[in-house]
């Protein structure tokens, strides 16, 4: 069974960073995106970044230049370094993963279980 952690949440003062983990545990074979979502009160869930498995990055525009999203593929995690945080940057974050699990052929998608970040003075 395939299951993504996350952790690193936490309150933060505006301009203040933080780094969020996402580690992806049980029968991998392969993973290819991983990816960061948030969702604020009363929004819709948003993509913050994407990576593929050969590095390539994409980011909203909210966060360029702020955010930085980075793998560690020998342990299936994935980072995602915020500066200068804001407090429109509030809300649950949540990694997303398209695995393939030991034993099948197909990828499938994963979400994690969130982490709250909290920027406030």
């Known amino acids: 069974q395939v299951q993504l952690v996350e952790s690193g949440g936490g309150l933060v003062q505006p301009g203040g960073s933080l780094r969020l983990s996402c580690a992806a545990s049980?029968?991998?074979?392969?993973?290819?995106?991983m990816d960061w979502y948030r969702q604020a009160p009363g929004k819709q869930r948003e993509l913050v970044a994407a990576?593929?498995?050969?590095?390539?990055?994409v980011y909203a525009d909210s966060v360029k230049g702020r955010f930085t999203i980075s793998r560690d593929n020998a342990k299936n995690t994935v980072y995602l370094q915020m500066n200068s945080l804001k407090p429109e940057d509030t809300a649950v974050y949540y990694c997303?993963?398209?695995?393939?699990?030991?034993?099948?052929?197909?990828?499938?998608?994963?979400w994690g279980q969130g982490t709250q970040v909290t920027v406030s003075s």
């Open positions: 997303n993963a398209d695995i393939r699990p030991t034993g099948l052929s197909r990828l499938s998608n994963y």
């Open positions: 049980g029968s991998i074979f392969s993973i290819n995106s």
């Open positions: 990576s593929t498995s050969s590095g390539r990055t």
